[in-house]
């Protein structure tokens, strides 16, 4: 997941504590219905913001491959560690688009 990188592996356990975290520092969740037990209303708002994380994800990864493509056709070097950057932003992004039309 591009929002919450850490050195390790991706952790969904630790992605949803970021999430409650982010929203605890928010006021977010306080909109949610007030006839909602509270912890409840906490968990669906971070099951709401992980899937639109998760939708956006690909939009990040495409957003950085044009970048890259744009800085080559600037540069023209295509020895330029631009090449395998946006290479690598484009492979990204193929292996993530499905996530922008997964339903929650």
């Known amino acids: 997941m591009k929002l ?6 991706f952790s969904e ?5 970021f999430l ?11 909109a949610s219905s007030e006839a909602e ?7 669906d708002d971070v099951l709401k913001l992980e899937a639109e994380a998760k939708a956006f ?3 990040t990864w ?3 491959a044009v ?6 056709t600037i540069e023209a070097d295509p020895a330029s ?9 484009w492979q990204q992004y193929l292996e993530t688009k499905d996530m922008a039309t997964k339903k929650a």
């Open 37 to 43: 037990h509270p912890t409840t209303r906490v968990a």
């Open 13 to 17: 356990a630790n992605f949803e504590a």
């Open 67 to 72: 970048f890259f493509v744009l800085v080559l």
């Open 4 to 9: 919450f990188r850490t050195k390790l592996p």
């Open 81 to 89: 560690q631009n090449y395998d950057l946006g290479k690598q932003r």
């Open 62 to 64: 495409l957003e950085a």
């Open 20 to 30: 409650e975290e982010y929203l605890s520092a928010s006021a977010v969740h306080g």
């Open 57 to 59: 994800e690909p939009l």
